[in-house]
């Protein structure tokens, strides 16, 4: 079996807190004060760790960057988690 190591690595599906702040051009304490604040898309937690869908990133993006209240309504979630 041969490895072809001249690909690149897939894409990430979601990005830690300072990747989702570099994929929307702030720094990563301003994107912490978003999220605090309410004003950013909610993330996920996956163990200890809270990641941000990239396509999620792109959409909420697109959308005008609306506060997380708001977002959620636009995409149709309750927002309690279930």
Excluded at 59 to 72: D, I, K
Aim: hydrophobic share 45%.
């Amino acid at each position: 079996m041969t490895i072809d190591t001249a690909s690149p690595p897939p894409a990430p599906l979601a990005v830690p807190a300072a990747e989702a702040a570099r994929m929307c051009g702030v720094s990563p304490a301003h994107w912490y004060m978003l999220i605090a604040g309410g004003r950013g898309p909610a993330g996920i937690r996956l163990g200890r760790r809270v990641v941000w869908r990239v396509a999620g990133l792109s959409a909420w993006l697109a959308a005008g960057a609306p506060n997380r209240q708001r977002w959620e309504v636009m995409r149709g979630e309750c927002g309690h988690g279930g």
